[in-house]
């Protein structure tokens, strides 16, 4: 059952340390807003069956603009600029109201200016979220490659330095002297595998550097269902010079089109061995239970190398990660 709404106030660094000293494992899980049209209540039931693992904090994804072409009979296709996933904002607010669990909104560069991001951090802060995952998003369908807001940033690392000076007191205007900081704890993306744009994983973790340099305080990685490159990726990090924590990403394989889908979007490998027992499986029931027997053994493996938190991608359906959960602890 549900308690009352416990105090929200902490910086997401500040659970990971606790995470740490405590010697313990804790979970945080990645949601999509509801698609326009759709209340609170598809995004509820799957935090719902959560909260018995009392979540460490719940991400919330950011979708820009997407481009759709519609028939006009003719012949002719009409471009039609959608949004199908607005509201990330008001559902991170909403989450942390219900649940008294930590939200962190994605934030991204894609289709937005510096206005509209300080506008959305403003926003933010008044609404007691203070911690923020800062991306530069991808590229919008049918563009070649990523094409920044003509007002906005072509980096995350740019972003990040907009969110670091405004918990200074620096606006996109310039600075207010005195006046109210803001406190945000900003994330970033790393990516165990390499971005897919990188020239090379050095160069990858130049940039990373960079974000952190310009005030990142922790880094999430992309999914990997490979914990040696995981491990290999942090190791890395050290070397480089970086020393925020890393929290590993895992995504549970449920359906076999995930098998060419996943390395198309993401860009990441899938060992041989989860292929081979996915593609013997008569159907994408059979390849859920294998998706989840994986994640347990990542799950558990993290866990021993003492990994604080551990990140969820559930695409909004957590009934494999809660059988996840309760059979790696
Ligand atoms: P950057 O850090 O800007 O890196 C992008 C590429 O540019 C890399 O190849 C990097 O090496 C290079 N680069 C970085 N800085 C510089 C520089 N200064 N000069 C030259 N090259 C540079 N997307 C969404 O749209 N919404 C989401 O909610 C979302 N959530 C995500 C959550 C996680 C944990 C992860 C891992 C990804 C998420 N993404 C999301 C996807 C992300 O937006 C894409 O992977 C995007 O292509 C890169 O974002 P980034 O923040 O890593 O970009």
């Not at 991001?117 to 049918?142: K, Q, Y």
């Not at 990142?216 to 925020?244: H, K, L, P, W």
């Not at 593609?279 to 493996?301: F, K, T, Y």
Request: charged share 25%; aromatic share 6%; net charge neutral.
């Amino acid at each position: 059952g549900l308690k009352g709404p416990k105090r929200t106030n902490m910086q997401i660094t500040e659970i990971i340390e606790q995470a740490r000293r405590e010697g313990r494992t804790r979970f945080a899980f990645e949601l999509l807003p509801p698609l326009k049209g759709d209340g609170t209540a598809g995004v509820f039931s799957a935090i719902d069956p959560l909260m018995e693992f009392g979540p460490a904090y719940i991400n919330v994804t950011y979708h820009r603009e997407d481009v759709k072409y519609v028939e006009r009979g003719n012949g002719l296709l009409e471009k039609r600029i959608v949004r199908r996933r607005p509201g990330t904002v008001g559902i991170s607010a909403a989450i942390m109201k219900r649940y008294g669990v930590e939200a962190v909104p994605h934030l991204i560069c894609g289709g937005l200016s510096r206005y509209d991001i300080e506008d959305a951090l403003i926003d933010l802060d008044f609404l007691g979220v203070n911690n923020v995952l800062a991306l530069r998003g991808d590229n919008l369908r049918g563009e070649h490659s990523f094409a920044p807001h003509p007002q906005g940033h072509a980096h995350a690392c740019d972003l990040v330095a907009q969110i670091a000076d405004m918990n200074a007191g620096i606006f996109v205007d310039g600075e207010v002297q005195p006046c109210h900081h803001s406190r945000f704890c900003i994330g970033v993306a790393g990516y165990p595998e390499k971005h897919a744009e990188s020239p090379n994983p050095e160069s990858d973790m130049l940039y990373l550097k960079r974000k952190v340099d310009a005030g990142a305080s922790y880094i999430v990685t992309q999914m990997s269902f490979d914990n040696a490159r995981i491990f290999d990726f942090i190791r890395r990090c050290r070397e480089a010079g970086i020393t925020v924590p890393v929290i590993p990403g895992i995504k549970p394989l449920s359906t076999k089109a995930h098998l060419t889908v996943l390395p198309q979007v993401f860009h990441v490998d899938l060992p041989q061995e989860l292929v081979a027992e996915a593609s013997g499986c008569p159907d994408n029931a059979a390849v859920r239970e294998v998706g989840v027997r994986w994640a347990v053994r990542q799950v558990r493996e993290l866990r021993e190398a003492g990994i604080p938190v551990v990140h969820f991608y559930t695409m909004g359906k957590t009934d494999n990660v809660v059988k996840i959960i309760r059979e790696a602890l």
